[in-house]
């Protein structure tokens, strides 16, 4: 019953916000775009990245981790592919006029650093709520 009432209640929404972590890629983003664009809802992704020394140095609190060798190598090895896989998506798809529908062509996609916005709250809000 509860899930039902919170289905009813998203899906007659004219605003849906969803928070997700470790979004592999933002190409599979596109089919979620595509589905929400033809349900006629308004969709914006804000990909928050952080820099790869500071979820280094988080894992090694977290993890208990000392050295910050292997945890670099572990990061360079699970997170630098994906990053690269990103920036080249992103690159071919705001360089190709033939796009007709994605995220960065409706300029729905916008990515900031995490790191500038937890310095600086009130201008990174800004510009996110200009943006919207």
């Known amino acids: 019953m509860r899930d039902e009432i919170l289905r009813n209640v998203c899906q007659n929404s004219s605003l849906i916000i969803t928070k997700t972590t470790r979004v592999c890629s933002v190409e599979d983003l596109e089919d979620i775009y595509r589905h929400l664009k033809r349900m006629k809802k ?21 993890e208990g981790k000392s050295e910050m060798k292997t ?11 994906r990053q690269n896989a990103n920036i080249e998506y992103l690159d071919s798809v705001s360089q190709d ?36």
């Open 42 to 62: 308004e969709t914006y992704v804000l990909h928050l990245v952080r820099d790869l020394r500071s979820i280094a140095s988080s894992r090694m609190k977290l």
């Open 71 to 81: 945890v670099l190598e572990e990061i360079r090895i699970q997170y630098c592919p």
């Open 97 to 132: 006029s033939t796009v007709q529908s994605s995220i960065v062509a409706d300029g729905r996609y916008m990515k900031i650093r995490y790191e500038d916005f937890a310095t600086n709250t009130i201008e990174g809000a800004g510009k996110v709520f200009q943006w919207v």
